[in-house]
């Protein structure tokens, strides 16, 4: 038996596929004294029963990047490792039932293309050329990806053990890790055969991921937000025209995904595999009398063939071929859910030096995409592609075992499902509540979640459909359409009140702080009784966060946040806090208020105390119905306007009297269509780490020459110097039917030139609005170029560099 090192640079807790990449991405990055425990065999987990289905498809950017690395790093891993692979290049065929569906495959063709993937579309009448057996009655097209396949899922994890283990990497099977304990900055992993002392370790345990949590919570951990699913596929007898066809023609049948019914049905070998998403799911290790095992490496459940009965025979109608062999095995195997389906990868919440590679619903195909993603993580600190889709802290609080369990269930039902735009997801609602939320529910509010936060998006009146069906639909047109556009008109023309419950808010002071403060954003500080906006640079210049910074005294400061952000924000903050200062976390003990339009000050001046004299971006306490509050005059939506902050207790009162005072309740998606005709960015859409403050257009708020330094100085110095590749711009769009969702492709002369970040239909300016990045030399005011939207290349023109709607700010300073 190999002796068990006392010391590693990283220990990794899980030996399936994506632990064992993690693995081999460090020890290729240079740290190969890294150390991978496996409690069984490799592969005993999800990994032993996958399926090994390796598609590019999805429409999260993030993802697409993950999953197209995997397929390009598995086409040359065997050569790369010496290791025999079974990796099929089949092509793919994705099935679409409706004009719906074929929109959201035209949106993943065109991301795909800026990645270098070229999926193609495909009428019903060129489906049966790609696949001979397949029946073509319901379908409106197809979506074929050539880059496609399947990959056998143990020697994919062999292989990429082979690889970390070549380059100097240790590998401990039947070595379970028993418990972590810190002592002197470091970490001590406890197992059987002796604890080993490490700088860094990452959860990389699957389905035992949550038990391996636990042990972090002394340490500043939280549960980790996960269930469990049984997922069945079936692999069929030999069937003798599939075999004679492959014979004919030397490959494999495209793998087949009718995604509307919510099956995929690929070959395999001589037969076929099918694997449904069933809505009338199963969970497991959720009740008394099924707990979770102690041990379950290379186990399956009894299956369970009724609940597959309906997928089954529409499987055998569309591929009749499919019906003339019978079942030769059923697979039922644990895979791991978080609430969305997607996997928990980055830092740790709360935890110092720890890391989570965990909860993968599809680790074979994004496994390859995760450990390069992890590496870097690792070793540099940031990763290459902004991850915010699979941030372990994009969930906070809220997420309790009912909550994952009934998200997981709802996720894994609808596992093909389309993302619109306006649908929310009904599942596990009312998790956390402004205490308002009666009211504007009362006044017609209709819902969306913000970190769990109920906030009102639209005002529907009596007679509105209100269905989720209404909501299924890319285009902006439905019964929320007339509405948004009412209340945009109300914050134009008079008055407009916007509950948001959940902003994050962080308290920082003590001596020094200021100074502090000005060494993590690239530019200054507001004066005594000022705000402004303070942009968080990663060391590439990259935009991690920005804050509105409230200053109360010279070393005195609230910091406010989106509410996602705020376990994000709050550790970035606390982790570089400076010795001798105090931040304390005050989100759930406030709630806001945002009053805009021109009539503001006139509806303060009759309900509240307080100088409605003093400028934009002041602040001040006052009083609002009798209430004590902090008015900052600022708003959002590009109108005269303050945000009213008050204590949770309070802020009924003072909502009753601004209503009471004649203003028009106004919903998220009214105040999204505002700020994006002022330009104003929203977090991880227009600001993220994919780019730099200068390519974001926010030179205006870098300080080059302020004493201080701050991360990301230098790259920002050398990428002034040698000029952005890329510019943000403002877009005004001869749209159709959709505004441009986030990445449609940006085109000029035949090329991709750029990228949106958000869009919507302005209201106040009756056009549709993008905001992107674009190729440098074109970012020109003036400049025609065309948006994609949905497979419609659309004439726009990049605008000027300022506001759309009162580009001299005059509405706001009134």
Known sequence: ????????????????????????????????????????????????????????????????????????????????????????????????????????????????????????????????????????????????????????????????????????????RFTPATGVSRENGEWIIHTEKGDIRCEYVVNAAGYYAQKVGEWFKPYGGRTVPMMVMSHQYLLSEPVAELEAWSKENGRKLPLLRDVDTSYYLRQEKTGFNLGPYERNCKAHWVTPNDPFPEDFSFQLYPDDLDRLEWYIEDAMARVPL?????????????????????????????????????????????????????????????????????????????????????????????????????????????????????????????????????????????????????????????????????????????????????????????????DWLRGMISGGLPKVGRMNLGYFPDNRGRILTEMSILRHGEEEFTLITAATAQWHDGEHLKKNLAAGLTLTDHTTEYDTLIVTGPKARDLFAAIGEADLKLPWLSIQTGTVAGKPAMLARVSFAGELGWEVHAKVADMPAIYDAVLGAGSKPFGMWALNALRIEKGYRAWKGDLSTDYSLLEGGLERFVKFDKPQDFPGKAALLAEKQQGSKKRFVTLTVEAGEADAPYMSTLWHDGQVVGETTSGAWGYRVGKSIALGMLRADLAVPGTEIEVEIYGERCRAVVEEDQPLWDPENARIRA
């Not at 062999?158 to 240790?170: E, H, I, N, V």
């Not at 389906?341 to 909860?359: I, R, S």
């Not at 600190?381 to 991850?387: C, F, N, R, S």
């Open 322 to 514: 499919l019906g003339s062999s019978g079942i030769s095995r059923v697979i039922n195997g644990p895979i791991p859910y978080a609430p969305d389906g997607l996997p928990l990868m980055g830092p740790m919440p709360g935890v110092p030096n720890a890391f989570e590679a965990c909860v993968f619903t599809f680790g074979i195909a994004q496994s390859g995409g995760a450990g390069k993603v992890m590496a870097e993580w690792i070793t540099e600190g940031a990763t290459e592609w902004d991850m915010w889709a699979v941030d372990p802290r994009r969930y906070t609080d809220y997420t309790d075992r009912d909550y994952c369990i009934a998200k997981g269930m709802e996720t894994y039902g609808h596992e093909y499902a389309m993302h619109f735009p306006w649908h929310r997801w009904p599942t596990a609602p009312d998790r956390k509540l402004s205490p308002v939320h009666d009211k504007v529910k009362a006044l017609g509010g209709q819902f969306g979640v913000y970190n769990g936060w109920e906030r009102a998006t639209w005002f529907a009146k009596p007679g509105d459909d209100t269905s989720e069906e209404a909501t299924h639909t890319w285009g902006r047109s439905g019964p929320w359409e007339q509405r948004i556009k009412e209340e945009c008109e109300a914050v134009r023309d008079g008055v407009g009140v916007l509950d948001l419950p959940g902003f994050s808010r962080f308290n920082l002071s003590g001596a020094g702080a200021a």
């Open 1 to 172: 038996m190999a002796e068990i090192p006392t010391t590693a640079r990283v220990v990794i807790i899980g030996g399936g596929a994506v632990g064992v990449s993690t693995l081999y991405h460090l020890a290729k990055a240079g740290w190969t004294e890294c150390v991978l425990l496996e409690k069984n065999e490799l592969t005993a987990g999800s990994t032993w029963h996958a399926a090994g289905n390796v598609p590019t498809f999805s429409t999260s950017w993030s993802i697409m990047n993950m999953q197209r690395y995997s397929t390009e790093l598995y086409r040359g891993l065997g050569e790369a490792v010496d290791y025999p692979m079974n990796y099929h290049v089949t092509g793919s065929i994705r099935l679409a039932h409706s004009n719906e569906r074929m929109q959201e495959f035209e949106r993943a063709k065109g991301m795909g293309r800026y990645q270098g993937i070229d999926m193609e579309m495909l009428g019903v009448d060129e489906i049966q050329g790609k696949y001979p057996f397949i029946e073509l009655h319901d379908l409106k097209g197809a979506l074929y990806d050539p880059t496609d396949g399947d990959i056998d899922p143990a020697q994919l994890t062999q292989a990429l053990a082979k690889g970390a283990r070549d380059l100097g990497a240790t590998i401990l």
